[in-house]
């Protein structure tokens, strides 16, 4: 019984762990790429419905799913470049700061192009499996 409470509760703390960071990149930045990566999944579902159907179809929601990706990763870049204006900002209004404090919201910046990376790199493998699975079933009907 322990060993499942002890399971449950890291896992509950790995999700908060990952909200907390989330919000911490920029929550409408974050959204977006959110919404992006939605955008693919829903992409991806069409592209396997019409993996048997038209080239052209399939062709198209591939292409899609490659735009949604990229475009989250460009809105990523835009977040981190306008959360970096805004610390350069307080910066200069203060005239300086700790190390640590700017470490830490280098570390903040950051986090917005590593969701956008992870949504692109997912997003362009699953083109890529798409492909690959539609030409083996291709050659499978020659």
Request: hydrophobic share 55%; with cysteine; charged share 15%.
């Amino acid at each position: 019984m322990y060993t499942i409470t002890a399971i449950l509760t890291q896992k509950l703390v790995l999700s908060n762990v990952i909200i907390e960071r989330f919000v911490e990149g920029g929550l409408i930045g974050m959204l977006l790429i959110l919404a992006c990566s939605l955008l693919a999944v829903f992409f991806t579902l069409k592209a396997i419905a019409n993996l048997n159907g038209e080239v052209a179809t399939f062709l198209k929601y591939k292409k899609l799913i490659n735009q949604a990706v990229l475009l989250g990763l460009v809105i990523s870049f835009a977040n981190s470049l306008m959360g970096l204006i805004q610390g350069f900002d307080a910066l200069e209004a203060t005239g300086g700061a700790d190390p640590a404090i700017l470490a830490g919201g280098l570390k903040i910046t950051l986090l917005s192009p590593l969701f956008g990376l992870i949504v692109f790199i997912l997003g362009y493998s699953t083109t890529f499996i798409l492909s690959w699975i539609r030409k083996v079933e291709i050659e499978e009907a020659k």
